[in-house]
């Protein structure tokens, strides 16, 4: 089993749609989550953290359960430029920061 | 300024051959990285070192060793390239201890041929 999974997609969705992407993990004992993205043929970048009391950054908003393994993204209102692959990321260390991706799921925002 | 800078950004290259990758940081930090992201698009941690020791090592095949001269820098040296060393090489920094400050480097393209 990997120890992040997430539905590799494509997902294609209308502008101004809402969508949503769901990853779960195995280690029971990650200690942080992040959602990076990263756009064609370039590094990826950090979206935004993921805390248990969920948060939100604008039209993103991430959640954490931590009794399930799960973290999710929704993103509202989506836009054009919102297309991209989204990694779901664990980091299970403290101290050396071991970053583990998920595969990616992959967003094109249909005009 | 480019906070994490990766030479080259291309790199072709035949079988057999040895090649290096440089990596700098301009943020202060103390760790840096090595991940490969594969033709899958999978990305996988391949070396840490923080202030220059040698932190993290995934069970990646010894014709890798990365060197770091200083906490600023940290190379990549691939021997005897193969065919299935073909990938992107991410280089990457963030405070000791603080996965929020991850900063990656554009990455390297090394295609073997």
């Known amino acids: 089993r990997k120890e992040v999974e997430q539905d590799p997609g494509p997902f294609n969705v209308p502008e101004g749609a809402t969508v949503a992407f769901n990853c779960t993990y195995s280690n029971s004992a990650s200690q942080s989550f992040f959602w990076y993205r990263q756009d064609c043929r370039k590094e990826p970048k950090l979206l935004m953290s993921v805390y248990s009391s969920g948060n939100e950054d604008g039209r993103f908003t991430a959640q954490l359960n931590r009794a399930s393994q799960y973290i999710s993204l929704l993103i509202r209102d989506s836009k054009l430029s919102d297309s991209a692959t989204y990694l779901c990321?664990?980091?299970?260390?403290?101290?050396?920061?071991?970053?583990?991706f998920g595969t990616g799921t992959r967003l094109t925002i249909i005009p | 300024d480019t906070a994490v800078s990766q030479t080259p950004k291309y790199l072709v290259t035949q079988m057999g051959n040895d090649k290096s990758i440089k990596c700098e940081q301009n943020?202060?930090?103390?760790?840096m990285y090595w991940y490969k992201q594969d033709s899958k698009k999978f990305l996988k941690i391949m070396f840490s070192?923080?202030?220059?020791?040698?932190?993290i090592n995934e069970t990646v095949p010894n014709r890798f060793s990365p060197k770091s001269p200083d906490k600023a820098h940290l190379n990549l040296h691939i021997n005897s390239l193969e065919l299935g060393d073909s990938a992107v090489y991410f280089c990457?920094?963030?405070?000791?201890?603080?996965?929020?400050?991850?900063?990656f480097g554009s990455g390297t393209r090394l295609t073997v041929v």
């Open positions: 990321v664990v980091n299970k260390n403290f101290g050396n920061e071991k970053l583990t």
């Open positions: 990457a920094s963030s405070p000791w201890g603080q996965a929020e400050g991850y900063t």
């Open positions: 070192y923080n202030n220059k020791e040698l932190i």
């Open positions: 943020l202060g930090h103390d760790t």
